[in-house]
C-alpha cells in the first residue's frame, strides 16, 4: 500500500510536485466563488492550539471552495498531550475527515499525528515550519516576478519557521537565498545544508546587514520580531534587532523592480516602515489573499496523487 503523503515540512515535496501546487492555486473569478468539486461530500479538520487568522480564514475558504467542509477545533476541545495521545487521536479524525491540518507550538505533535494517521497531515504553522505560508509566498512571486529560477529572495530578521519554509522552498524553485540576521539568529549549519539538498547551488549569502543582503534582490521578506509564544523575549529582542528594519533605505538597494512582502501581522515602526508596508512595492495584501489560492493548490494536488480518495 502506499504511505499516506504528509506535509510537515515544504522539502516533503519533491520540486517538481511544488511546481505542480504552484500551477493548482486557480484563483476564482469572484471572491467567494467555488472553484471546483474536489472535496465534495468530504470534510477536512482544522486544529489550531494557536490563535489564528489568516491560516483558519484561508484553510476553511479553501476547502468550502473546492466544494467540502471544515471542521475547526482547539486544544480546548481535546487536549492533545493530556486528555488523549495525539496519535490516538489523529486514527480517530481519520475516520472522519479526507485531511487534517494542525497548527501547533511543537513539531513532534505533527510527528505523532503523521506516524499514526491513514489521512494526510498538513502542517499549519509549528516552530519548526510553515510551508503554507511558502506556498502562498512563492505563489505571489511567481504571479509578480513570473518564473522563479535565477531570481534572488532575500530575508530580513529571524530566521525562524517562516524564514526556514521560505529559504527551502524559494531554492527548490531555483531562486537564490540572501540572509539578514542578528547574531545568534541566523541559520546554522543544519539550515545550510537543508538550503544545499533542495538545490541551492552555493551556500546562501548570509549578513548581519539588512541593505547588504537586499542588493539586487528581487523580493524582501520580513517578519515580526517576537512570534506568537515569545513574548517574553520581546524586549531583548528589539534590541538585539535594532537595525534591521526594511524601511526606503533597505528597498533602494534592492533591484528596482523588488516587491516587499510580510506574512502579517505587521507592526510598522519595527520590523518594517511604514512607507514600505503601505508603499507601492508593498505585496503583503496579495501576499496574504494568496494564503486562500495556495490551500487550494495544496488539496487538489492531494487529491490529485489520490492522498485523499
Not at 519548526?128 to 505560508?133: A, D, I, N, R, S
Not at 512563492?138 to 530580513?156: F, H, I, K, Q
Not at 521560505?166 to 538550503?195: E, F, K, N
Not at 528597498?251 to 506574512?263: E, G, L, N, V, Y
Request: charged share 20%.
Amino acid at each position: 500500500m502506499t504511505p499516506t503523503r504528509h506535509l510537515l515540512e515544504i522539502d516533503d515535496l519533491s520540486p517538481g510536485e511544488l511546481v505542480r501546487i504552484l500551477d493548482l492555486c486557480e484563483t476564482p473569478t469572484a471572491p467567494d466563488s467555488a472553484v471546483s468539486g474536489e472535496l465534495a461530500g468530504r470534510s477536512v479538520g482544522l486544529y489550531f492550539e494557536k490563535p489564528s487568522l489568516r491560516t483558519r480564514h484561508s484553510s476553511e475558504a479553501a476547502v468550502t471552495r473546492l466544494g467540502g467542509h471544515a471542521v475547526t477545533f482547539t486544544n480546548a476541545e481535546v487536549g492533545i498531550g493530556t486528555r488523549e495521545p495525539a496519535a490516538d487521536i489523529a486514527q480517530v479524525l481519520s475516520g472522519f475527515h479526507a485531511a487534517l491540518g494542525a497548527r501547533v507550538f511543537d513539531h513532534q505533535i505533527l510527528e505523532d499525528m503523521a506516524a499514526a494517521s491513514s489521512i494526510p497531515i498538513v502542517n499549519l504553522l509549528s516552530d519548526l515550519g510553515h510551508p503554507c505560508q511558502a506556498l502562498a509566498d512563492l505563489r505571489t512571486m511567481r504571479s509578480e516576478l513570473g518564473d522563479l529560477a535565477g531570481r534572488t529572495v532575500c530575508w530580513v530578521g529571524d530566521y525562524n519557521n517562516v524564514a526556514r519554509s521560505l529559504s527551502i522552498g524559494a531554492a527548490m524553485c531555483g531562486m537564490q537565498v540572501r540572509i539578514a540576521s542578528p547574531v545568534g539568529y541566523g541559520p546554522t549549519g543544519v539550515d545550510v545544508d537543508r538550503l544545499r539538498a533542495a538545490g541551492h547551488d552555493t551556500a546562501p549569502f548570509v549578513t548581519t546587514h539588512a541593505a547588504e543582503a537586499a542588493e539586487g534582490a528581487d523580493a524582501v521578506h520580513t517578519d515580526v520580531w517576537a512570534s506568537m509564544g515569545q513574548e517574553e523575549e520581546s524586549e531583548a529582542r528589539r534590541r538585539a534587532f535594532e537595525g534591521f528594519q526594511v524601511d526606503d533605505r533597505v528597498m533602494a538597494a534592492a533591484a528596482s523592480t523588488a516587491i516587499f512582502m510580510h506574512c502579517l501581522p505587521a507592526h510598522r515602526g519595527e520590523e518594517v516602515s511604514a512607507s514600505v508596508a503601505d508603499g507601492p512595492q508593498s505585496r503583503m495584501f496579495a501576499q496574504a489573499h494568496n494564503r486562500m489560492h495556495a490551500m487550494i493548490g495544496l488539496f487538489r494536488w492531494l487529491v490529485e496523487i489520490e492522498a485523499i480518495q
